[in-house]
């Protein structure tokens, strides 16, 4: 087990099974380098010899945009046999919800295996001839983005067949730093939230892997490749690193930043704007009155954030051809902005604006409480309790949430 502590870090409780490679700080680096380019050229010894499977999409590229997928191919110490392609699939072509098929890939030939299809974990006859898994997808700091449980299936299967994983590590795009949301409770776990962490969990996918294998009972051999000279509070996929976009609605890191509270408009009635240019910035309804939305948002004094009337026709998914009315979500001050917060305040405005036209979709459960993670939300919304009693509701899972996080942050936070 490899414990080599970067300045400032905070060493996590890792079990038994988990080897950790840890970040080395470098404030001098304008751009960190990316867990797979640690990996390929500092710790090779972890592939070498290997017959190697990779599990990752379009955003697996270094910082010259290079695909995983080619540099580890092109390799001649190790052997790349296998493709796993999570939701939306290895090249990312796949629309939100679709399943991804088992194929062969256009460029190396090699077999790529859906995890987001009749299988949402490797089988034993997928990993035949495998002797180690490399994980390597930028994720987006959503509980209900499903790349982490794609990865925790990945843990599940690889502890089952004693191979290990490797996961390359990639940055928070939030910055890493703020927790925020209900704790999802176990009776809604579903494969949009499988483990009990808030909305907005401040993780990256490399720490959320160990606190998936110590904390939730996986136990996989684990080696986390960390980052070099990125901190908590750096958001690089702004500027100083590619953004390729993690799935077809997710086109920019501002996405990423609004999407864990206007994503719970997905279980409701009122589109998420998908279908435009800016999906999860822009949402509405035929119905909703655009002026009167954006007024009684902006009178609230959210931090952050402005809200713009506008208009828009979805091309797809909900009231698609059809005329719209709504608001854009323009984030002023990045560090003051609470998506969630922000999100439930939308939910709750659209709800006492229109009362007969807002909507929960149905279900058993309803899929918008399989988002909150928490069975209270949607009536405390529909209730009229205000947004800082439901925040007061939801704070004690938070606060037990931050002690468990702590103990497997792998990168200390920028000094400011």
């Known amino acids: 087990m490899l414990a080599l502590l970067c300045a400032g870090a905070v060493a996590p409780a890792l079990s038994a099974q988990s080897v950790v490679d840890e970040p080395v700080c470098d404030c001098a680096v304008t751009a960190p380098r990316l867990g797979i380019e640690v990996l390929l050229e500092q710790r090779l010894d972890l592939l070498r010899g290997k017959r190697v499977g990779l599990v990752t999409n379009a955003t697996g590229v270094d910082a010259q945009l290079r695909s995983s997928v080619d540099r580890l191919a092109g390799q001649s110490d190790f052997k790349l046999v296998a493709l796993f392609g999570p939701e939306h699939g290895v090249r990312g072509d796949v629309q939100a919800g679709d399943k991804v098929a088992s194929t062969r890939d256009a460029v190396t030939g090699l077999p790529v295996h859906s995890l987001y299809g009749e299988h949402r974990e490797p089988t034993p006859a997928m990993l035949e001839g495998i002797d180690v898994l490399v994980f390597d997808i930028q994720d987006v700091g959503t509980r209900f983005y499903t790349y982490p449980y794609t990865l925790a299936g990945v843990m599940h299967a690889a502890k089952r067949a004693g191979i290990p994983v490797v996961v390359a590590d990639r940055p928070d795009p939030m910055g890493g730093v703020l927790v925020e949301g209900p704790v999802l409770e176990p009776p809604l776990a579903s494969f949009v939230g499988l483990f009990p962490i808030p909305l907005r969990h401040g993780m990256t996918l490399g720490e959320l892997a160990m606190l998936f294998n110590s904390e939730f009972g996986i136990g996989a051999e684990l080696h986390v490749v960390a980052m070099h000279g990125w901190q908590r509070g750096d958001e690089p996929l702004r500027s100083a690193l590619p953004w390729v976009p993690p799935s077809p609605n997710m086109p920019t890191p501002d996405t990423a930043l609004v999407y864990p509270g206007t994503g719970l408009l997905e279980g409701t009635n009122v589109s998420e704007g998908r279908g435009t240019t800016r999906p999860f910035e822009t949402v509405g309804a035929p119905w909703v009155d655009a002026r009167a939305l954006a007024e009684r948002l902006n009178a609230m004094q959210l931090p952050g954030v402005h809200f713009r009337p506008t208009w828009f026709t979805p091309t797809f998914s909900k009231h698609a051809g059809e005329a719209c009315a709504g608001i854009q979500l323009h984030v002023t001050e990045r560090t ?60 004690p899972a938070l606060e037990q949430f931050r002690t468990l996080r702590q103990r497997h942050l792998l990168y200390p936070e920028r000094e400011r």
């Open 336 to 395: 003051a902005f609470r998506p969630v917060r922000t999100g439930v305040a939308v939910l709750k405005a659209l709800h006492d604006q229109h009362p007969k036209d807002f909507a929960f979709l149905p279900g058993d459960p309803p899929f918008f409480d399989r988002l909150a993670g928490v069975p209270w939300l949607r009536g405390a919304i529909t209730g009229g309790e205000g947004i800082d009693v439901i925040e007061a509701r939801w704070a």
